[in-house]
């Protein structure tokens, strides 16, 4: 099978595409014919060799985290699926695998895609969606009637967030720049702050949650801009932030903290039910061929993408 495979971290050009034996579907596993892979901005994070410490240095080495395709092989101890079920799931296997045309997945993490995604739609939906649900659910505990301001709107996990906010009953503030406040406020913004001409925290009034999906905003200054039982939550580390951890119930008022999740097909099946009652879209920035892998991840790396960023994989017949 073709794969775009990484064997030594570097500069995008380390990818290259290779021919490669196809893996084959272990106890409790699927082998997904990869129809669609997402892009996140992860994939170059590890590519550049920034998080050796959570996924290691065994090259060579697939990234991509993000599928959507269709059962070529069931493995042991596998019953809810079968070969020719059409799917989608976040791997939770090694740095993801999905930059190939086959990926082993745990059928833990995998969901039937629904009718109304298409195969990209789909593949650019779980890594972004079920970061933004996470981090809504737990440590947000985003309640119907609070505020929550969104900072990153536009991005991979904005776009996912803000839907997402509004479906639990939220009022959202979305932050993006000028030229994506259309896109922010279709997706059900009750207000947009355009931040190139206006600093999102200097406002009246308080929010539930800070959602940071950019990691711009001051941790200070976000926690004084909270309610007296708000948090502040970064998807990038930063200095006054606290881990928070898959399953961990206790979280402090006013405290600012970065999210640690782990993929489920529960969570991944919220989505599609959302996805099923058009409560929840993808929006397409561009889709690469699997050979321009490249450039899709320097498309990527200018951290300016409205909306997710899709390998085609395997044509739709
Ligand atoms: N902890 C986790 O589990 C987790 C999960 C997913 C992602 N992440 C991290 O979260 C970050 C965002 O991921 P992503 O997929 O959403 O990235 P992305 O798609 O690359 O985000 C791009 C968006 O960021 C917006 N942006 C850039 N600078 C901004 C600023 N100063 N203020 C407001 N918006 C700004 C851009 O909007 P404009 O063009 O309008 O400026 C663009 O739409 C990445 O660092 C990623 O690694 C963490």
Redesign the pocket.
């Known amino acids: 099978m073709r794969a775009a495979v990484l064997s030594s971290f570097g500069p995008a050009s380390v990818m290259e595409i290779a021919e490669i034996a196809r893996p084959t579907a272990g106890v409790g596993q699927l082998l997904v014919e990869v129809h669609a892979a997402g892009v996140?901005?992860?994939d170059w994070?590890i590519r550049n060799g920034w998080m050796s410490e959570r996924y290691g240095c065994d090259f060579p080495m697939i990234l991509g985290f993000d599928v959507s395709g269709v059962v070529a092989e069931t493995g042991a101890g596998v019953a809810n699926f079968r070969r020719g079920d059409l799917v989608f799931a976040r791997s939770d296997v090694g740095a993801g695998g999905c930059y190939a045309e086959y990926a082993v997945l745990n059928a833990s993490t995998v969901v039937r895609k629904p009718d109304e995604l298409n195969h990209e739609e789909a593949a650019a939906m779980p890594?972004?969606a079920l970061?933004a649900l996470n981090g809504l659910r737990e440590p947000g505990r985003l309640q119907a009637g609070q505020r929550v301001l969104i900072?990153?709107a536009?991005?991979?996990?904005?776009i996912y967030a803000v839907q997402i906010a509004k479906n639990l009953g939220a009022h959202v503030s979305g932050?993006?720049?000028a030229?994506?406040v259309d896109l922010v406020r279709e997706l059900g913004a009750d207000e947009v702050i355009d931040?190139t001409s206006r600093q999102p925290l200097q406002t009246d009034g308080s929010w539930d949650l800070i959602y940071d999906?950019?990691?711009?905003l001051s941790c200070a200054e976000a926690r004084d801009k909270l309610g007296p039982d708000g948090v502040y939550l970064t998807?990038?580390p930063a200095d006054g932030i606290e881990f928070f951890f898959a399953g961990q119930t206790e979280r402090q008022p006013r405290g600012g903290y970065?999210?640690v999740?782990s993929p489920t097909a529960a969570d991944l099946e919220t989505l599609a039910d959302w996805v099923r009652a058009s409560n929840l879209r993808s929006v397409i920035d561009s889709v690469y061929p699997l050979e321009e892998i490249r450039a899709a991840h320097e498309r990527?790396q200018t951290?300016?993408?409205?909306g997710k960023i899709v390998l085609r994989i395997k044509a739709d017949a």
């Not at 536009?154 to 904005?158: A, H, W, Y």
């Open positions: 996140n901005p992860i994070k890594l972004a970061t900072n990153g536009s991005g991979g996990v904005g932050v993006c720049s030229g994506n931040y999906a950019v990691g711009s998807l990038v970065f999210l999740w990527s951290e300016r993408s409205r």
